[in-house]
């Protein structure tokens, strides 16, 4: 048990962190592609990989290939491992070939992964000899989506960050203007637009763009609003380009979408009473959309194994909302600046872990026989055998879950394994 550091901004320093190092059962960063290729419609991602990755991939995203998705793997082969073929000759053909055929791609994204990383391949260099080859059809970035560096969610927070120094910056004079940041599904981020606008909140950006040529200007007169938890690079550079973040609870449920959105209004100085006249109607409308579920989870408790950072703003979600009782939440990073507001609302008792070492925390997890585990897939049938309810983490990432219209959604996901248990009940 280590204390929280004094200074960490939350008052968590009543909640010891349990910080573990182990065996980790988590996606690697890969999996960001899923939802990323579908964000930035005129980007492609290449995976420079092994097998391996393109199945994780194309299983991951279950596209058909005849569907011209915008992802593929460069697959390095015995011989690129072995070092007797030149990696880089053979990844230079391989983006001329797509480039020539895909002419509808303007931002090319060499994702690396574990294979591309232990033979050392340098592609911040090859991203930069094919821009320069390129250019100005098409813009070349890298990072790093590799198991070794990167956990499920932070394959996002790697390619975010890659696209930062592509932003124009904006000078001291300019308008002062709020970017969202993060992938939000376009029905999401449609949402959110007409709520600022409704605010006078404004001019307002999303972070990634829809197309790699829209990505908005950056610069101190630049208001951040973080729209998930795992974004701590992203937002670092950000901040680096002189982007103010404000800092919020994530839009999770009536209470969190609320307050992410007060930041907001007080950065624009809306008056409380034009902020309420907005808001109630569709907090209210969020509130009644929970009270579904809330008959089903309140009272129950709820373990969180570490796979998306996602955790503590749902652990508070549902304790707070729905009257679950979170017993450990485990987060693969804790980034107590980004979480700051979230901290600070976890219900006592809860014990909140950082890392894994999945041997010792199964073991917690069958002591503590929770009503309900939340985990990744490699965990959840063997769970379900021992006769525990579980749910998938990686539903929470796919779904569209942010804001008032889809509170009510959000806490069905939580509600329905218990609905599946009892039909399959005999
Ligand atoms: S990047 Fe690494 S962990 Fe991810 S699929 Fe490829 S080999 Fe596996």
């Not at 970035?141 to 910056?169: H, K, M, R, W």
């Not at 949402?191 to 950056?218: K, M, N, Y």
């Not at 408790?301 to 950072?309: A, L, R």
């Amino acid at each position: 048990m280590i204390p929280a550091a004094p200074n960490a901004g939350c008052d968590s320093a009543a909640a010891p962190v349990l910080r573990e190092r182990g065996q980790r059962e988590v996606f690697c960063g890969l999996t960001g592609i899923v939802w990323l290729h579908r964000k930035i419609q005129d980007a492609f991602f290449l995976v420079v990989g092994s097998r391996t990755c393109a199945h994780l991939i194309q299983s991951a995203a279950g596209v058909m290939v005849f569907a011209e998705p915008r992802f593929a793997t460069a697959i390095m082969e015995e011989k690129d491992l072995a070092g007797l073929a030149d990696a880089n000759e053979e990844l230079d053909n391989v983006v001329d070939r797509l480039l020539e055929r895909r002419p509808d791609i303007k931002l090319l994204f060499l994702v690396g992964s574990c294979p591309s990383e232990v033979i050392k391949l340098d592609l911040s260099r090859a991203a930069q000899r094919l821009s320069t080859k390129h250019q100005p059809k098409v813009r070349v970035l890298n990072y790093s989506g590799s198991g070794i560096e990167t956990t499920f969610t932070q394959g996002e927070d790697a390619c975010l960050a890659a696209l930062v120094p592509e932003a124009p910056s904006a000078g001291d004079d300019a308008t002062p203007s709020l970017l969202v940041v993060g992938a939000l599904p376009d029905v999401v981020e449609d949402q959110f637009s007409r709520l600022f606008a409704e605010l006078g909140i404004g001019p307002v950006a999303f972070f990634p763009p829809r197309r790699s040529g829209e990505i908005p200007a950056v610069g101190p007169n630049t208001r951040m609003l973080i729209a998930q938890p795992f974004l701590g690079d992203t937002a670092r550079a950000l901040e680096a380009r002189g982007a103010k973040r404000l800092p919020a609870l994530f839009p999770f449920g009536a209470e969190g979408t609320t307050h992410w959105l007060k930041a907001a209004a007080d950065a624009w100085d809306v008056p409380e009473m034009d902020f309420r006249r907005v808001v109630a109607p569709h907090r209210e409308r969020a509130k009644r959309a929970l009270a579904r579920s809330k008959e089903t989870l309140d009272g129950r408790s709820i373990f969180f194994f570490p796979d998306s950072q996602l955790e503590p703003p749902l652990a508070r979600f549902l304790a707070e909302e729905l009257g679950m009782r979170p017993i450990e939440i485990g987060t693969p990073y804790l980034n107590r600046d980004l979480l700051s507001e979230e901290l600070k609302r976890l219900p006592e008792g809860a014990q909140l872990s950082e890392g894994q070492h999945v041997d010792k925390q199964l073991d917690r997890c069958r002591d503590a026989r929770p009503d309900l585990v939340v985990c990744g897939l490699g965990l959840a049938n063997p769970l379900e055998r021992e006769g525990l309810t579980t749910k998938w983490s990686i539903e929470l990432v796919f779904s569209p879950v942010h804001g008032f219209d889809q509170a009510g959604d959000l806490a069905a996901l939580f509600a329905r394994p218990f609905a599946r248990r009892s039909v399959l009940r005999v």
